[in-house]
């Protein structure tokens, strides 16, 4: 069973702070996506990864795939309240479905 | 264009009840999924639909839950007999189409059914 670990799973930081939220795996994926989830909506997806070792930019948002494509991180750099929601990965395995991670919630304060 | 659309938007009823929910995707997409979430929790893929054919249904269970996505536009996903453990929100998402490695199917989410079991 494919099973992908997000840590920290609560994060509560000031605003204007930087913070990485990792996604791990045992599993090969061949791609990777982010997503935010705020309450009482459904995830919206923020990044796709497919290369080992890729790094996106998404304005203030930092997304790096792990080299061996069984990991992967998510830096945001100066944090505001609007970055407050649930940061979601899921990986695509090839089977044509995805696999979500467990999740880390995000609390960011004014 | 208009996104994927649920609804009831919550749902409270008694153990033992039935309940349905429907989803209607993004015009054009040809796979439908269909996710649980626990509160706090990622979704959870509970079947998939590619047209109104099943892809994967091998977390669904089969004993109360059953889906259906008939003409291959629509779905409907319904519990019967409810659990107090099916307490969750259920997601429809749907994409243009299925890909080797994912960057061809991106994924459009419903803001889902909260449903509360009591």
């Known amino acids: 069973t494919q099973l992908l670990e997000q840590s920290p799973q609560f994060l509560s930081i000031q605003e204007g702070e930087n913070l990485t939220v990792y996604c791990n795996s045992s599993?090969?994926?061949?791609?990777l996506q982010w997503y935010r989830q705020e309450p009482g909506e459904g995830p919206v997806l923020l990044v796709t990864?497919?290369?080992?070792?890729e790094v996106k930019k998404l304005k203030r948002l930092t997304f790096q795939f792990g080299d061996a494509r069984k990991d992967s991180s998510l830096h945001i750099t100066a944090a505001q309240p609007g970055d407050t929601g649930l940061y979601l990965c899921a990986g695509y395995s090839g089977t044509y479905k995805y696999i979500f991670g467990t999740g880390t919630r995000l609390k960011v304060l004014a | 264009e208009a996104g994927v659309a649920q609804s009831p938007r919550y749902k409270i009823i008694e153990k033992r009840q039935s309940v349905a929910f429907w989803c209607n995707p993004i015009?054009?997409?040809?796979?439908l999924y269909w996710y649980q979430q626990i509160l706090g929790q990622g979704p959870k893929l509970l079947i998939q639909f590619q047209n109104n054919g099943v892809v994967d249904d091998s977390q669904l269970p089969k004993d109360r839950f059953s889906a259906e996505r008939l003409k291959g536009v629509d779905s409907t996903l319904k519990i019967q007999p409810a659990k107090l453990e099916d307490s969750a929100v259920y997601l429809c998402?749907?994409?243009?189409?299925?890909?080797?490695?994912?960057?061809?199917?991106?994924?459009?989410f419903g803001a889902g059914t909260r449903l509360s079991v009591l």
């Open positions: 990864v497919v290369t080992g070792g």
């Open positions: 998402a749907s994409s243009l189409r299925q890909g080797v490695r994912g960057i061809e199917n991106i994924q459009y």
């Open positions: 015009s054009g997409h040809a796979t």
């Open positions: 599993s090969v994926f061949s791609s």
